[in-house]
């Protein structure tokens, strides 16, 4: 009787083994007699993941946000550089005025084109030749340090094309001056507020331009009041601010400062030859020419009779 029962209990014990293994356990003999899992089974059960096509819609939702969200992170990029050179560009507009009010009610002089026109040693000099309306207002914006971050716009980012006059901090600006109007006595101009003193130009340069340019004459004529022009030269005078990169091409437009101090973005088609104080020469020009008239139209200055 005693032999049977311990013949049983054994095969009790096998059969329960056989049943834990198919279960997924061992057995593990010691105090509290419990059960792990079995390694090998948690290691058959199917792995879960993505299906190519899965994938692939994945990817194509992602190219879609960045397709609708680039051209509104380019057109805030712009914004935020249009902003900054405006802001610029009324610095230079309270200096001009401080300049005013303590020359006399003279505007700056400046004779030509001024190359290193930051350096000292090219513009305060006897020789008038490097006297130019930029270094002038040095005195009023706290020196050269910090005048040199006013010259230029964010947006005009590239150098020359030709590595000739590329700029050279502190003499790097696109701003260009208006040869039509400086040198005069403010009371001369009685339309101020519509005058444009300051344009932009795509390239920055170690020069400061005048533009329009005054040639000889008596009275004298100027030229190139605009530039619209392909590569390699392309440097779209006042078509500087545009979501497509700084391509000109006629579609975009540019910040302007006005003999009264104020400034202002606008469009570059909207642009006249009167906007900078230009009326037209009988035969040749008139003062409502389009901004894609050649550099070289010739033009009489308003405040010069």
């Not at 509290?32 to 090998?40: E, L, Y």
């Not at 609708?68 to 009324?90: F, G, H, Q, Y």
């Not at 009610?105 to 930051?118: G, M, R």
Request: proline content about 7%; hydrophobic content about 35%; some cysteine.
């Amino acid at each position: 009787m005693h032999y049977c029962t311990v013949v049983n209990s054994r095969a009790y014990r096998r059969s329960a083994l056989a049943y834990e293994k198919l279960d997924g356990f061992i057995p593990v003999t010691g105090p509290g007699n419990r059960n792990i899992p079995r390694k090998d089974k948690l290691s058959r059960r199917p792995l879960h993941g993505f299906t190519l096509v899965e994938l692939l819609v994945v990817i194509g939702i992602i190219a879609v946000l960045i397709s609708l969200l680039l051209p509104v992170l380019s057109r805030t990029r712009e914004a935020a550089k249009t902003t900054k050179c405006l802001s610029n560009m009324r610095q230079l507009g309270t200096a001009l005025i401080m300049y005013i009010n303590e020359n006399k009610n003279y505007l700056p002089q400046q004779i030509t084109d001024v190359n290193s026109f930051a350096d000292p040693t090219v513009y305060d000099t006897p020789n008038p030749a490097g006297w130019n309306c930029l270094a002038s207002l040095i005195i009023y914006l706290n020196g050269v340090d910090v005048a040199s971050t006013l010259w230029s716009c964010p947006s005009a980012t590239e150098a020359t094309w030709t590595g000739v006059a590329d700029p050279a901090p502190p003499s790097d600006t696109n701003y260009m001056v208006n040869a039509a109007v400086i040198g005069h006595r403010m009371n001369r101009i009685s339309d101020a507020t519509d005058i444009i003193w300051i344009q932009e130009d795509r390239f920055r340069w170690s020069v400061a331009w005048q533009r329009p340019y005054a040639m000889g004459g008596s009275p004298p004529r100027y030229v190139a009041w605009c530039f619209e022009n392909a590569p390699p030269w392309g440097q779209e005078y006042s078509d500087v601010h545009n979501v497509s990169g700084n391509l000109g091409g006629n579609v975009g437009g540019g910040n302007l400062a006005f003999l009264d101090g104020h400034c202002e973005y606008r469009p570059v088609g909207s642009l006249h030859p009167k906007d900078f104080g230009l009326i037209g020469i009988a035969g040749s020009s008139t003062s409502n020419d389009p901004n894609t008239v050649a550099q070289t139209v010739p033009y009489y200055g308003s405040f010069d009779h």
